[in-house]
């Protein structure tokens, strides 16, 4: 059922994370620390007055998921200062009046070259093209179809591991949204349903592995680059990003 509060809530908390995210993407330069841009997170949401959704999300302890290069998601910030040629991924998530939003970007630090440039940029128009199929009546499969096609067509590859969901009241909530699958497979979607769509995208092999250490941060297996992208979205026959990058 299409829930009208829900969603005025939900673009009302998008329009607070949106900027969030901005300015931790502005401030993410050479030289920058990891935990100088979770300092940032924390300051922003105590200045939004927002609940940094992740922090304590099933034990994670930070605002932010920051991925350096060969990072998939779910990285801890730690000690590490950024340098020329890193990518860096930053996924957040903000709780406002009791609705979520979630929203992820990968931005590059300094020069990098073409050819990371044009892996970035594929893997913000899977998301994009994913979303293009956030219609009611559509599948979830349809999306994830939609993903995939884009990023194996120029030689990346899907992470299986991490999907996308619906995204509410909870964080995270049904479906699952993966970014691979089958036109018309999986659950349909509804007009008014509110998911997050994720591209968590591999330059190279799509296998990850989970640090020992903190138990969180994935990275590839191959050590190739990861990126990632992702907006909170509404279903709808002209389907509604609520999030801005
Ligand atoms: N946006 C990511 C996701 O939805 C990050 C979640 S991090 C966690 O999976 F700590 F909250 F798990
Ligand atoms: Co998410």
């Known amino acids: 059922m299409e829930d009208k509060v829900k969603i005025k809530r939900m673009k009302e908390a998008a329009d607070i994370l949106s900027p969030i995210l901005r300015e931790i993407s502005d401030a993410s330069v050479e030289g920058v620390n990891l935990l100088e841009l979770e300092d940032l997170a924390i300051q922003l949401c105590r200045q939004y007055k927002v609940k940094p959704a992740f922090k304590g999300y099933e034990g994670y302890p930070a605002a932010l998921c920051l991925g350096v290069n060969d990072v998939v998601n779910h990285g801890i910030p730690y000690d590490y200062e950024l340098k020329n040629g890193d990518i860096l991924g930053i996924d957040m998530g903000v709780k406002y009046q009791s609705v979520y939003s979630d929203c992820a970007v990968t931005v590059t630090i300094g020069e990098v070259s073409d050819e990371v440039k044009k892996f970035l940029e594929t893997t913000k128009q899977a998301v994009l093209n994913g979303i293009k199929q956030a219609k009611p009546g559509n599948t979830v499969g349809d999306i994830g179809y939609a993903m995939q096609t884009t990023v194996e067509k120029e030689g990346y590859s899907v992470v299986k591991e991490m999907v996308g969901h619906g995204v509410g009241y909870e964080l995270h909530e049904e479906p699952y949204i993966p970014g691979y699958g089958r036109k018309g497979d999986g659950e349909k979607l509804y007009k008014g349903q509110t998911i997050a769509i994720e591209a968590i995208i591999n330059q190279g092999r799509p296998e990850i592995k989970i640090s020992r250490k903190d138990g969180w941060t994935a990275s590839t ?25």
């Open 221 to 245: 297996k191959d050590g190739m680059l990861s990126a990632l992208f992702e907006h909170t979205v509404v279903v709808d026959d002209n389907p509604r990003i609520l999030t801005k990058w």
